[in-house]
């Protein structure tokens, strides 16, 4: 069965830093491009961060360009977020995910969420 | 603002067939395939259709999906209670160089 289970959500004051993990299990984890995807409270699913299975296509949305990176470790089946300058609007359910194969962004597992909020 | 647009909700009674649309432009629905993804309160999202039409193994065919162009929608036939959720669609963004989400849809089963 695949299991994605994040971790490493916290309250943490404006301008702080995070790191959150994925633990990933019940599949070949160095075969699957990953990514991560926020909610913010009461609202809709924004896309933060994509990353290939090897590490060398990595792409941000926008609004976490050159605060947050996005890594992988697939010796240890872990996907990783480090995340810099959070800002109130940072707060939002974190999941890991993982794209379907011979998908672009189609994302077929998904973990429970980390929360993570962003106090001023 | 969504660069894809839903309606913000939807509703059926059951048995109905309910259509949610989604709309977007040439650089995402327009050139790329699209996915939705269903939402009860409190879980994880779960993809529904990929590649405009296709439905992963253990999704009812009565869920079912369209694109035209710019343009995508999600139909539910049969319409159940236990189908009373959110629903979002999904779709590369050239531009941004990554996916992009609509709004989402709430939809009630009345």
């Known amino acids: 069965e695949v299991q994605l289970v994040e971790s490493g959500g916290d309250l943490v004051q404006s301008g702080g830093s995070l790191r959150l993990s994925c633990a990933a299990s019940?599949?070949?984890?160095?075969?699957?491009?990953m990514n991560w995807v926020r909610q913010a409270p009461g609202k809709g699913l924004e896309w933060v961060a994509y990353?290939?299975?090897?590490?060398?296509?990595?792409y941000y949305a926008d609004s976490v360009k050159g605060r947050f990176t996005i890594s992988r470790d697939n010796a240890k089946n872990s996907l990783f977020l480090e995340m810099n300058s959070l800002r109130t609007e940072d707060t939002a359910v974190y999941y890991c995910?993982?794209?379907?194969?011979?998908?672009?962004?189609?994302?077929?597992?998904w973990g429970q969420g980390t929360l993570v909020t962003v106090s001023s | 603002q969504s660069l894809l647009t839903q309606p913000p909700s939807a509703s059926g009674t059951p048995g109905q067939t309910v259509t949610i649309s989604c709309s977007g432009s040439?650089?995402?629905?327009?050139?790329?395939?699209v996915n939705w993804y269903q939402q009860f309160p409190g879980t994880a999202p779960k993809l529904l259709i990929y590649k405009n039409n296709q439905r992963p193994s253990g999704v009812p065919d009565r869920f079912s999906g369209s694109k035209s162009g710019t343009s995508t929608s999600l139909a539910i036939s049969g319409l159940q209670s236990e189908d009373e959720a959110d629903y979002y669609c999904?779709?590369?963004?050239?531009?941004?160089?990554?996916?992009?989400f609509g709004g989402g849809t709430k939809l009630t089963v009345l």
């Open positions: 999904a779709a590369w963004d050239d531009s941004l160089n990554g996916p992009v």
């Open positions: 995910v993982r794209v379907r194969s011979s998908t672009t962004c189609s994302f077929d597992s």
């Open positions: 040439s650089s995402n629905i327009g050139s790329n395939t």
């Open positions: 990353i290939n299975r090897v590490s060398d296509i990595i």
């Open positions: 019940g599949f070949i984890f160095s075969s699957y491009n």
